[in-house]
């Protein structure tokens, strides 16, 4: 009991306010979700990966998948990886939660589980291949062949939340490499649903493991019409806002209007972070929540420097943090913001961020890839001049245009208005749409 992480527990969370999905949303992917470990669809992979942005919503997700499947006596184990809990940032608590739960849910595994770690009480401290094997999979390995999972509904769902919340990106890589080879090895009808940011490691370690088994990967896109489901909380918790709170009376029945609420949907990008802490910064109980609006818009400027995104500003700030060269990184989309301005004159193509910059080829994929979960490389529309940078979430562009909330980590605009126009006194001379020079990513080197 002392190895395992009580926090980590889909219904166990030390946060004051839990990722959870609001009533009636998400309705379309949890239902995908649930149908493919009831087994109505994808039969063949036992291992389903959710993949998202940031502040998609991903953990609200997994904690309903996990609550309706609980409750159909189809869950196994859960385990929430978070990056701020030294008790969950790491591997070294997965197993012994999982055994725990599955010695919970299944007791005839309890007396084998506990063997196991009489016969070598340092097991624990081994490799998460051999716990998993030794505690998890051999006792389950034993039920199977005994006749347990011919019954037509046991509990067979694992769910692993935020694996990209681990601190060890190896060990990431490895757990899904291991639970590829081993359960299918095993022959255990066991499902685990994986669920993180779409970071390059892991999706490399997916399509190394899916040479071995078959994977359900399922990415949460339009397809899923997250406008509709933001719309659909911003209405119910703004009706509660009028109803209860301490400054109601001032606030018309019209309000919202239509265009306030279109342009903070906007604003959220699909972000269900975004509309919930755009709605506690709003419903606070120390303003007028007609003025904490406007402050959310922009329409004017926040009273004793309270942000109300201080907690994914938090986030942004550390998946900067991560990227290599974070001065380049920075010139790339100030670059690309610049040239987004109306009237565009230029392309706004990664090919002439590279010329700009004088970056080689793949230079701005490689420096922009630990943001993955923030912006992609679009291939689509490309045209003649190849692929441009498309943001997911309008609220990262707004972090990097305020330095009050970027802090270092802001766009500095007139630096990146004159490497263009160096680049455009070049293009003139040159005759060269993508003049090239000796200067390289190394001019952008950290100090």
């Avoid at 869950?75 to 725990?100: C, G």
């Avoid at 943090?321 to 974070?326: A, F, G, L």
């Avoid at 270092?408 to 455009?424: E, M, N």
């Amino acid at each position: 009991m002392e190895a395992v992480s009580p926090n980590a527990f889909y219904n166990s969370d030390n946060r004051s306010d839990p990722p959870k999905c609001h009533e009636n949303t998400r309705v379309a992917v949890i239902t995908k979700i649930t149908n493919w470990v009831t087994s109505k669809q994808d039969t063949d992979a036992f291992i389903l990966w959710l993949y998202g942005p940031a502040g998609a919503g991903k953990t609200a997700i997994a904690r309903k998948v996990a609550e309706l499947c609980e409750a159909e006596g189809l869950l196994l184990a859960s385990f929430l990886f978070f990056r701020s809990d030294p008790k969950r940032n790491t591997m070294n608590p997965l197993v012994a939660n999982i055994a725990y739960c599955v010695g919970r849910v299944i007791h005839r595994t309890k007396e084998l589980i506990e063997i196991a770690i009489e016969a070598d009480p340092l097991i624990l401290t081994y490799s998460i291949e051999v716990q998993l094997t030794k505690l998890v999979l051999e006792p389950l390995r034993l039920l199977a062949d005994q006749g347990y999972f011919l019954s037509g509904k046991f509990a067979r769902l694992v769910v692993i939340d935020g694996l990209d919340e681990c601190l060890d990106q190896g060990a990431q890589a490895s757990l899904i490499q291991f639970l590829a080879s081993a359960v299918a090895r095993n022959q255990l009808p066991l499902k685990f649903l994986i669920v993180s940011r779409p970071e390059a490691h892991i999706k490399l370690a997916i399509a190394l493991a899916s040479q071995q088994t078959t994977f359900s990967r399922l990415g949460l896109n339009d397809d899923f019409q997250a406008d509709e489901d933001i719309r659909y909380f911003l209405t119910d918790k703004f009706r509660e806002i009028k109803m209860c709170h301490p400054f109601r009376s001032g606030i018309p029945s019209f309000w919202p209007s239509e265009q306030q609420m279109v342009n903070l949907i906007r604003k959220a990008s699909g972000q269900f972070i975004y509309a919930s802490l755009a709605v506690r910064f709003i419903n606070s109980a120390c303003d007028s929540p007609m003025r904490q609006l406007d402050i959310i818009l922009g329409l004017r400027p926040p009273i004793n420097h309270d942000l109300p995104f201080a907690e994914l500003d938090s986030l942004y700030t550390f998946i900067l943090s991560c990227t290599k060269n974070v001065d380049l990184v920075l010139h790339i989309l100030g670059v690309h913001s610049v040239l987004q301005v109306p009237p565009k004159t230029w392309d706004t193509t990664v090919k002439t961020i590279e010329s700009v910059l004088y970056l080689e080829d793949g230079d701005v994929r490689i420096y922009l890839s630990p943001l993955n979960s923030l912006l992609e490389i679009s291939y689509e529309g490309d045209g003649q001049y190849g692929p441009g940078i498309l943001f997911h979430h309008t609220s990262f562009t707004d972090f990097l245009d305020n330095p009050e909330r970027s802090k270092g980590y802001c766009i500095d605009a007139p630096t990146c208005h004159s490497l263009i126009a160096q680049w455009i006194l070049q293009v003139l001379t040159s005759n060269s749409m993508y003049p090239r020079s000796s200067v390289n990513s190394a001019s952008f080197s950290n100090t």
